[in-house]
């Protein structure tokens, strides 16, 4: 059996509450209505009464004013004024458990997701690619897969295009055509998302998605609230973020159907930035998100100003509604309220197209599921005031409450481990040592080449000179034994004078020379 949440009471017999029954609150909702009717404090009063019976909560605070759940309300002429209205005695005001969160770290505990984990689809989104330059990231992606390399952060995915530009010619038998205009223009998408700050969602540690899905001592559900007015400046990286946590949340928990009330509830602020210009792709992606989504347990709002900026299969799917005055100026803001007078089921006292245009401030028509499940006929009521404040709280006390938050120090350290950028880097480090080391074997065998022919040369010349020096040697030999004989010749001549010395020489001169 679940729990009634009561939203409001009715503005003609305020002892008739407006409620909301927690075992369907995972079959969605929607608040809507124009600027300053009052969504804000309904997002505050269904925030606060998931909060109070153990449902944690996931919102955008895209003006910072959301921040006040977490400071405990206060009486003043104004509010007892609405407590007078709605027949009240007290409020019990308190603060809620909350946990700050912020994509760019400044406002709360950061928030990241690798490369890989948000994929090509959801990136080509984040960084406006058409239908080629899609085609062309979703090709890198699965390069990278094929060659074991993990895409991170935005360094690592430049990396990656640099890499498969390179490559281009080699990788297009296999992934198709790479065009260099297509890669260059995803590089340069990624640069303007970097110069907005968007390169800070993509790193580690990852977002544990559990984190969102905690209760405090009390059981109370805690609210998480995303800083947004930074990244509203970044709209379709806020819309896709989101899209891709409901689509973590629908991987990662289990089936479990309806519930006395849900495991979590999403409240999709400036819901319209989610549909803008998605392709029919996307589109269909959403739609089975938001239809199979509750039976994991998990109920999504969306909050925007016009019914019609949801497409009609998704308005279908939305059980719980709260629909805030429209103004009807012009034939769309009359087509506007006619739709949401039509996604309503009709009460016999009042025409609803008219009433949607004479609501004050704080006052809403109102329709959830019954008990069987089945739409309420609308009801006019009074929203019910909030238990926390309606000041957001100062600079100070959101770091005190961040630094003494249940998550401290889990995500606020990056860790940058290695991955494509740093494997890319090796291989290229690999490639210039091994050109550097091909340069040296070439420059040593040039130079081993030039050794060995002076080495040639060298040896050439010594044989050359020892040659020169064995001739020059055999003539000085044969010129010394000359110079002997002759010596020895002309002394015996001397000696032996006469005809007989003569004849004696000549004996001896012939025995010596053979003749």
Request: hydrophobic share 40%; with cysteine; aromatic share 8%.
């Amino acid at each position: 059996m679940g729990t009634p949440i009561v939203i409001a009471k009715n503005i003609n017999d305020t002892s008739k509450e407006i409620v909301l029954l927690s075992q369907f609150a995972n079959r969605h909702g929607l608040i809507a209505g124009a600027t300053g009717t009052g969504k804000t404090v309904t997002l505050k009063v269904l925030a606060e009464s998931f909060s109070r019976i153990g449902v944690p909560v996931f919102l955008a605070d895209a003006k910072g004013d959301v921040s006040s759940l977490a400071k405990a309300g206060e009486a003043s002429d104004k509010f007892n004024e609405r407590l007078k209205l709605l027949q009240i005695d007290s409020v019990p005001f308190a603060a809620n458990p909350v946990v700050f969160w912020d994509l760019f770290g400044q406002q709360g505990h950061p928030i990241r997701t690798t490369i890989s984990e948000i994929g090509p689809i959801l990136l080509a989104r984040i960084l406006n690619l058409n239908d080629t330059q899609e085609g062309v990231l979703s090709a890198v992606f699965r390069i990278a897969d094929d060659q074991g390399l993990l895409l991170v952060d935005f360094k690592d995915l430049k990396a990656m295009i640099t890499f498969v530009s390179e490559h281009a010619a080699e990788f297009k038998a296999e992934y198709g055509n790479l065009s260099p205009a297509s890669l260059g223009a995803i590089q340069r998408n990624l640069l303007a998302l970097a110069d907005q700050g968007g390169e800070q969602f993509f790193g580690e540690p990852a977002l544990n998605i559990l984190d969102f899905i905690q209760t405090d001592a009390n059981g109370h559900g805690y609210i998480n609230i995303l800083a947004a007015d930074k990244l509203m400046n970044t709209p379709k990286l806020y819309a896709t973020f989101l899209l891709w946590m409901l689509s973590e949340l629908f991987e990662q928990l289990p089936e479990v159907g309806d519930m006395d009330k849900p495991k979590l509830v999403f409240f999709f602020d400036e819901a319209h930035l989610l549909f803008d210009n998605a392709s029919q792709a996307l589109q269909e992606k959403i739609e089975q998100v938001v239809r199979l989504i509750r039976s994991k347990g998990v109920g999504i709002y969306f909050i925007t100003q016009n019914p019609l900026d949801l497409p009609e299969s998704v308005l279908g799917q939305l059980g719980n509604r709260v629909q805030h005055a429209l103004r009807a100026f012009t034939p769309k803001d009359q087509k506007a309220v006619k739709t949401a007078a039509d996604t309503f089921r009709s009460n016999p006292d009042f025409k609803v197209d008219e009433a949607i245009t004479e609501l004050g401030v704080g006052e809403a028509l109102i329709s959830c599921l019954d008990e069987q499940g089945t739409p309420q006929i609308v009801e006019r009521g009074w929203v019910m005031p909030p238990y926390s404040s309606f000041t957001p709280i100062t600079p100070e006390e959101r770091q005190a409450l961040i630094s003494q938050s249940i998550i401290a120090g889990v995500y606020e350290q990056a860790v940058d481990r290695d991955s494509a950028y740093e494997m890319l880097q090796n291989k290229v480090a690999e490639r210039e040592q091994q050109k550097q080391d091909a340069e040296l074997a070439k420059q040593q065998a040039k130079e081993q080449e030039t050794l060995a022919k002076q080495q040639a040369k060298e040896q050439e010349r010594l044989a050359r000179e020892q040659q020169k020096e064995e001739e020059r040697a055999a003539r000085e030999r044969a010129k010394l034994t000359q110079d002997i004989v002759g010596t020895f010749a002309k002394s015996a001549a001397r000696s032996l004078g006469g005809s007989t010395g003569q004849k004696l020489v000549r004996g001896l001169l012939g025995s010596l020379f053979g003749k």
